[in-house]
């Protein structure tokens, strides 16, 4: 099994910064992909931002204003220049393979809330 502990988020101003991290841990054999989802009340979760070996992709309302980087088993979410419609639960998702599998399979945190105030 795969554990991921989140941390970081919290409250802020808008135009403001936070820092996300995710740890993965556990019977890791690969990681494939991490990531970061939100969902916002009353809203679908949707793409923040993920990273691969080979690619890095950010959703249409954060472009240009969070950076995903990854450092082994840990990813990190910079939010610059936040707004109050970043306010959600985000969670941290990796695709992994544990060293009992063949495949990879999802794997998401309990999530942390960031509330961006005006």
């Known amino acids: 099994q795969v554990q991921l502990t989140e941390s970081g988020g919290g409250l802020a101003q808008a135009g403001g910064s936070l820092r996300l991290s995710c740890v993965a841990s556990?019977?890791?054999?690969?990681?494939?992909?991490m990531g970061w989802h939100r969902q916002a009340t009353g809203q679908q979760r949707e793409l923040v931002a993920s990273?691969?070996?080979?690619s890095t992709k950010y959703g249409d309302s954060v472009a240009g204003r969070f950076t995903i980087s990854r450092d082994k088993n840990t990813v990190h979410l910079q939010m610059d220049s936040l707004k109050p419609e970043d306010t959600a639960v985000y969670y941290c998702?990796?695709?992994?393979?544990?060293?009992?599998?063949?495949?990879?399979?999802?794997?998401w945190g309990r999530g942390t809330q960031v509330t961006v105030s005006s």
């Open positions: 998702k990796v695709d992994a393979i544990d060293t009992g599998g063949w495949h990879p399979a999802a794997y």
């Open positions: 556990g019977s890791i054999y690969s990681i494939v992909l």
């Open positions: 990273t691969t070996a080979t």
